[in-house]
């Protein structure tokens, strides 16, 4: 972006800036209020050495950002410019970067940022950061004292030149280089460029460049040539685009040109290697061969004689369908959309019976050939007698070793293998790895969307998987979603995090199968030979139990086998058979936390927490009993037991005539997603005699984007029945700003990891304020978790926040303790002497 350019909002969505962002040289991200990059350019993706689809989702905090300033000191995620321009609206200019690219090379990058407003679908404020590879500039620095000296004679002894036009399009401003074209800048300031005498240019092919300019549309690599008094031909590249001042007026174009002769030169010795090339492939029992822009055969090498027994003309002026025989219409019909679509091509294998009837196997492959302005020439290519490997292909498909779906060996295969790789690691004194790994929630996909896409999901991970892995690894399926890795010839087990940590990654990326958005995971457990076991069966079974306990340890994570897993398994058994029993022995119980209104002081609400009171292990944290509720589908009915309590209770307090009020109930991401959830909440609320508007369901921020279309149905079906919704921890998981409108929220809770740190992290107090503010914007309430000292009570008032909870206030506690508060405090509040509303109550609970 220009430095120039005004720091207001920036509010441009046209094709227009689409097409010039994705001509210039400078990288273009465009994130959302969360940071997340919605969409990147071409340029960015040289730049930062990652394709579009790597670069979209990340945000400040992905390593892949960078962590370096200039001066080589750390940089926080959390301080990006980008973040700051969305939670300040200042914008940012030639802010220096570093940016560690997938290669491992470093480049600097000169940051701008400015706030813009998102059009739909994603809504709200955004950010655009655009870059340039500063790298040389910043080296040079680094390096010399005179380095911007340096850089500007660089530019003037540069090979490239850079030329400016006016809104006339008369050169203006035209740079040194362009000597090394022979032409000096005087000979073309204040003339156009069709002043000039171009010896390759057509009173047609002015006509097309000029519409462009006055279209304001940019052109890239217009080439001119023009010859020199020695006779020699020089040919120049130019490229452009307009330039738009601050009111969109338009001004001019601005550009560069390169002398492109030595390219042409070397374009046309290469077509003379091209022929030497030819005359080789003759010698080969491979034959080399050419298609015309019309896909028939111009040229056929002899080595198609020594193989296939015909003559290179059997082919001359035919196409590849007219002269196959043996080859599936259908497969031929793929092959031929693939050229009449001028896409490449590999190992494309073409059957043909003889007059014998034998049938014989030839793989091709080809490219596309394209002339210099872009149009379709033919193709060319090779092609080999692969007969003998497709006879061994079958032959191997008739072994039952390989598993139908994947093609990846089965567990017959496996074991063979386990044990030659066992026998390998104690002749060369290696370390063998064996790693099961079992895809997270894949039973959901399969209950959800059908077994056609759970076995394309199996197929899309067989995929990734063996991407990541060396030809002498093994790569198996065992049945379901359960896959085994033999990892040979390791020497630490640092190496093999360092495998399965990049099959974690390999696994998480996006994928779209059959027009679903998955986002998948896998859990791995790794047991090391020799050091584990001796024997292949004990092999498999520490794998496997190391797996269980990864996804005990939240899923998404590696863990190495340990003597000790087994009784940690057993520990778990045995709560969650006491936590089956939990209801029926009346063990759990439920703590409540008002909830309070910032202005007033007045208790508006409770929060309903469950607690577990294990007779012979005492209270149970709920964070060790929540996810085993939760990954064994005990949270169903527990959740149910939660819901109907808490809703007895709210009526039993509204019918003390200790009212108004509303009971938040959190909803655990099983619970959210069952089919009759609707359902249960009107069937309790109909039991129980609550009304509707008095319930509150907590759903978690990565909970409701979790798949969110069909999360926005269900939270609808929700608010048809009249009761509350808030967003739990919001911030803290998925960006759902785009989706936000669309869900029927009435309340942002803001996390207590924010709110803990808010006067001393000026992020922290920037983001609680930013999500206050959106509250207020979007006509919803915004209540802050965890507030434990006035000073972070001052500080929400001040910014507009609803409500609060948390131990200022009030601990969680039980429902007699919490009635006698609430007929406590009501009396407060109804004595006209009282004082400030609340603060009495605090300070006692506080004490207690």
Same mark, same amino acid.
């Given at each position: 972006m220009h430095k120039d350019a005004p720091a207001p909002l920036v509010r441009n969505s046209s094709e227009l800036l689409r097409a010039i962002i994705d001509h210039l040289a400078e990288g273009v991200l465009i994130q959302d209020a969360?940071?997340?990059?919605?969409?990147? &350019?071409?340029?960015?993706?040289?730049?930062?050495?990652?394709?579009?689809? +790597?670069? !979209?989702?990340?945000?400040?905090?992905?390593?892949?950002w960078g962590t370096v300033r200039e001066d080589g000191s750390v940089w926080p995620p959390n301080a990006h410019p980008s973040l700051d321009t969305l939670a300040t609206g200042k914008p940012h200019r030639d802010v220096i970067k570093g940016v560690v690219r997938p290669d491992g090379s470093r480049v600097w990058i000169s940051i701008n940022t400015?706030?813009?407003?998102?059009?739909?679908?994603?809504?709200?404020?955004?950010?655009?950061?655009?870059?340039?590879?500063?790298?040389?500039?910043?080296?040079?620095? /680094?390096a010399l004292e005179t380095s911007e000296q340096r850089f500007r004679d660089l530019t003037e002894l540069s090979a490239d030149w850079y030329w400016e036009q006016d809104a006339e399009l008369r050169f203006v401003e035209m740079s040194g280089g362009i000597v090394a074209a022979g032409i000096t800048p005087q000979a073309l300031l204040g003339k156009r460029r069709w002043d000039f005498p171009w010896l390759n240019m057509t009173e047609a092919d002015w006509a097309a460049h000029r519409a462009t300019l006055e279209r304001r549309e940019p %052109?890239?690599?217009?080439? $001119?040539?023009?010859?020199?008094?020695?006779?020699?031909?020089?040919?120049?590249?130019?490229?452009?685009?307009?330039?738009? #001042?601050?009111?969109?007026?338009?001004?001019?174009?601005?550009?560069?040109?390169? =002398?492109?002769?030595?390219?042409?030169r070397t374009k046309r010795s290469l077509r003379e290697i091209l022929e030497r090339f030819r005359g080789l492939t003759e010698l080969s029992s491979d034959w080399y061969w050419e298609m015309d822009a019309d896909l028939r055969f111009s040229y056929v090498s002899e080595g198609i004689r020594k193989v296939r027994g015909v003559g290179p003309e059997t082919l001359i002026g035919k196409r590849r369908w007219e002269v196959e025989n043996a080859t599936g219409r259908e497969e031929m019909a793929r092959h031929r959309a693939t050229l009449e679509g001028h896409l490449p091509f590999k190992d494309f294998v073409v059957a043909r019976t003889s007059a014998e009837g034998r049938v014989t196997y030839v793989s091709h492959s080809g490219k596309p050939i394209f002339d210099d302005k872009g149009n379709f020439r033919g193709y060319r290519g090779v092609a080999r007698d692969i007969t003998e490997r497709v006879r061994a292909e079958e032959d191997l498909a008739r072994m039952a070793h390989y598993d139908t779906l994947t093609g990846l060996p089965n567990r017959a295969l496996l074991q063979g293998r386990l044990k030659r790789a066992m026998a390998r690691a104690d002749r060369g004194d290696t370390l063998l790895a064996v790693m099961f790994l079992d895809l997270d929630? *894949?039973?959901?996909? &399969?209950?959800?969307?059908?077994?056609?896409?759970?076995?394309?999901?199996?197929?899309?991970?067989a995929l990734r998987l063996e991407s990541c892995l060396r030809a002498t690894d093994t790569v198996a399926r065992l049945g379901g979603d359960e896959f085994t890795i033999l990892l040979e010839d390791v020497g630490s087990a640092d190496e093999i995090r360092r495998v399965a940590d990049k099959l974690l990654l390999a696994i998480a990326e996006r994928a779209e199968i059959a027009g679903h958005e998955l986002h998948l995971s896998t859990s791995i457990?790794?047991?090391?030979?020799?050091?584990?076991? +001796? #024997?292949?069966?004990?092999?498999? +079974? =520490? !794998?496997? $139990?190391?797996?269980?306990?990864?996804?005990?340890?939240?899923? =998404? =994570?590696?863990?190495? *086998?340990?003597? #000790?897993?087994?009784?940690?398994?057993?520990?778990?058994?045995?709560?969650?058979?006491?936590?089956?029993? !939990?209801?029926?022995? &009346?063990?759990?119980? @439920? /703590?409540?936390?008002?909830?309070?209104?910032?202005?007033?002081?007045?208790?508006?609400? %409770?929060?309903?927490?469950?607690?577990? &009171? #294990?007779?012979? +292990?005492?209270?149970?944290?709920?964070?060790?009993?929540?996810?085993?509720?939760?990954?064994?589908?005990?949270?169903?009915?527990?959740?149910?037991?939660v819901l109907r309590e808490a809703c007895r209770q709210a009526k039993r307090w509204l019918d003390a005539g200790l009212g108004p009020l509303t009971m938040a109930v959190n909803l655990s991401p099983r619970q959210f997603r069952q089919e009759r959830l609707v359902q249960t909440v009107a069937a309790i609320l109909a039991e129980t005699g609550l009304p509707h508007e008095c319930l509150e369901l907590e759903i978690t921020e990565s909970t409701m984007m979790h798949r969110a279309e069909e999360a926005a149905v269900g939270l609808r079906a929700l608010h048809a029945l009249g009761v509350q919704i808030s967003l739990d921890d919001f911030g803290t998981g998925y960006s759902s700003l785009a989706y936000l409108h669309r869900f029927p929220v009435h309340t942002l809770k803001v996390d207590q990891s924010f709110v803990r740190d808010i006067k001393s992290d000026r992020d922290d107090a920037a983001i609680v304020s930013t999500v206050i503010s959106l509250a207020r914007q979007m006509g919803l309430k915004a209540l802050a978790e965890g507030v434990e000292t006035e000073a972070? @009570?001052? *500080?929400?008032?001040?910014?507009?926040?609803?409500?609060?909870?948390?131990?200022? %206030?009030?601990?969680?506690?039980? !429902?007699?303790?919490?009635?006698?508060?609430?007929? /406590? /405090?009501?009396?407060?509040?109804?004595?006209?002497?009282?004082?400030?509303?609340?603060?009495r109550t605090r300070r006692r609970n506080r004490r207690g």
């Open positions: 969360s940071g997340k990059v919605i969409t990147a &350019n071409p340029a960015a993706e040289a730049i930062l050495g990652l394709p579009a689809a +790597r670069i !979209a989702g990340t945000g400040p905090a992905d390593e892949r400015t706030l813009v407003d998102l059009p739909a679908p994603y809504g709200g404020h955004g950010v655009v950061t655009s870059f340039v590879d500063v790298t040389r500039a910043v080296d040079a620095r /680094h %052109f890239r690599d217009l080439q $001119l040539r023009r010859r020199e008094e020695s006779g020699e031909s020089v040919i120049i590249s130019v490229s452009g685009k307009p330039v738009f #001042d601050a009111q969109g007026r338009f001004t001019g174009y601005r550009g560069v040109g390169r =002398n492109i002769t030595q390219r042409k929630q *894949f039973k959901e996909i &399969n209950d959800s969307l059908g077994h056609a896409i759970g076995d394309a999901v199996l197929k899309e991970t457990g790794v047991t090391v030979y020799p050091l584990d076991a +001796r #024997d292949a069966d004990t092999l498999l +079974r =520490n !794998a496997d $139990l190391a797996m269980y306990h990864a996804k005990q340890e939240g899923r =998404n =994570n590696v863990q190495f *086998f340990s003597r #000790d897993m087994g009784e940690r398994t057993e520990k778990r058994v045995d709560m969650l058979g006491r936590l089956r029993g !939990a209801i029926a022995r &009346n063990e759990l119980q @439920l /703590h409540y936390q008002p909830q309070v209104d910032v202005r007033t002081g007045t208790i508006v609400g %409770f929060e309903a927490l469950l607690r577990w &009171n #294990d007779p012979e +292990r005492g209270l149970v944290p709920p964070a060790q009993f929540i996810p085993l509720a939760e990954d064994t589908g005990l949270i169903i009915a527990i959740g149910e037991w972070q @009570l001052s *500080f929400l008032r001040t910014r507009g926040c609803d409500g609060f909870q948390g131990y200022l %206030f009030c601990r969680p506690q039980p !429902a007699a303790d919490i009635e006698a508060l609430l007929v /406590h /405090h009501r009396g407060q509040l109804a004595a006209p002497a009282a004082r400030k509303p609340g603060a």
